[in-house]
């Protein structure tokens, strides 16, 4: 972590019952030890990330639940670092969609962790320290049939972390925005029962959520400003066009 943290960084990370959020909760205490941790997830962390990270707190929220979201923070306290991973995926056509579950969709992976941001960001400004983790995804970069809401959420938090980086960077407070193709977790296991399978979806790579978790806090250590991964997708990140018209024309189509 940055050496202008303090030796015992109070960190907060979202969605830690999740693969992606236990494995970065992980990684973080095995480079910072005496890190304090908050873990925010709408169930019980696993039993097994339970006892290695005993020591940590345990918040059981549900982020869909927005109005909930000041009392939390009004618990938790004042954070060094913040990991947004908390996410929900569900794959229908857009006519489809019933508006409360667009809503509840879009409330997890959009306006319940630019909520979290604004707040603890607001807190590191004034100290003059901090880092904030906001997973996102290749979704919210290139348009994947089924994935309207998911798309238009990711898309939104990874628009608003790219210019908190520029604008927060410079007063000491390093934004990572992190943009995962598939990574093996209950969330991909669950996407994937609701696409039809194609030819490039079974052809793509599929990440771990322990590899990711290592690149994100390299780059958070290092001041970089995104991860791309597996790295196959930095050709989808960069020629959007071509990415975007593949995955229209060869990508999956949702069961519903």
């Known amino acids: 972590m940055s050496a202008r943290l303090p030796a015992r960084p109070h960190v907060m990370v979202t969605g830690s019952s999740g693969a992606i959020g ?5 990684e973080l205490v095995a480079r910072r030890p005496g890190a304090r941790l908050t873990l925010v997830d709408k169930v019980a962390p696993p039993a097994e990330l339970a006892r290695e990270l005993a020591s940590a707190r345990v918040e059981i929220v549900d982020l869909g639940d927005v109005a909930a979201l000041p009392a939390l923070l009004e618990r938790v306290g004042p ?6 991973a908390a996410g929900c995926m569900e794959v229908r056509r857009f006519e489809r969609f019933e508006w409360d579950a667009a809503w509840q969709l879009l409330a997890v992976d959009l306006i319940a962790p630019l909520r979290l941001f604004h707040e603890a960001s607001t807190g590191m400004l004034a100290r003059g320290s901090g880092f904030v983790v906001n997973v996102t995804s290749m979704a919210g970069r290139v348009p994947i049939r089924g994935c309207a809401f998911y798309g238009a959420a990711k898309a939104g938090l990874s628009m608003a972390s790219e210019i908190a980086h520029a604008e927060l960077g410079p007063r000491g407070v390093h934004v990572v925005t992190v943009y995962p193709g598939p990574v093996a977790s209950a969330l991909e296991r669950g996407a994937r029962a609701q696409l ?5 979806a079974r052809a793509i790579p599929m990440g771990r959520a322990r590899a990711l978790s290592r690149r ?11 991860v791309v991964y597996p790295s196959l997708y930095r050709v989808g990140f960069s020629a959007v066009g071509l990415a ?13």
């Not at 039809?196 to 490039?200: G, V």
């Open 22 to 26: 236990g494995a970065l909760a992980l």
């Open 79 to 84: 954070c060094d670092g913040l990991i947004n």
């Open 196 to 200: 039809r399978q194609s030819l490039l």
């Open 216 to 226: 994100v806090l390299d780059a958070v250590e290092a001041g970089e400003p995104r």
């Open 244 to 256: 975007s018209r593949v995955a229209l024309r060869l990508g999956p189509e949702p069961v519903a």
